[in-house]
């Protein structure tokens, strides 16, 4: 009896490395998932200063003789406008939320590849290393829908994309960094800083 305890302890023990799953094989899976979030954009912005200038003034008199009966004036103005650049001014843009599919596969050692196939849009594939229960993603560029600065409107970005996650129970929570130019009307800068969350819950 105390033999057979013995036999079941130790391979109680020895099974715990494998299936306490880390690295890649506690990532590879198919998931469902949704990102969100803002970034900051620094850099000029771009306004119109218009000045109007009165060039003449043209005096009509009418009368009879030396008497005068009526009098009117018309005035003349020159309108320019100058295009100028503020001093450096940082902005914040939302990012329009995406979802759907994702699936993380193995390749090599540590290497692994992570696919995300977005309802309505364009399909993403990145490069991705993980170790324990982090995954590191590449640097990936890719386009993606930006909240501009004229109400709901929106427009579409060519930005790198790259980030790290952890991997907790059924999920994978990833901090994502976008980085790159960024332009809209009246405004050209650069994406200094980040806040997007992706949430990719395990498929059953």
Partial sequence: MK???????????????????QGPASFKGHYSFKTGGSIDVTGKLFQVKVDTVKIDTIVHT???????????????????????ASRDTVVVRHLGTESGQMHILTKEGDEMILTMNITAGDPVVIPAKASGSDITLGKTRRFLQVHTGSGLLTRQMELSVSGTGKRYDNMVLL????????????????????RVNCIATENE
């Fill in 3 to 21: 033999k057979t305890l013995y036999i079941i302890i130790l391979a109680a023990v020895m099974c715990l490395p494998g299936c306490n799953k």
């Fill in 62 to 84: 009418v009368g009879i003789g030396s008497l005068t009966l009526f009098r009117d004036s018309t005035f003349n103005y020159h309108t320019k406008n100058d295009t100028i």
């Fill in 175 to 194: 901090d994502l960094v976008y980085e790159g130019e960024y332009h809209e009307d009246g405004f050209d800068g650069v994406v200094t800083a980040s």
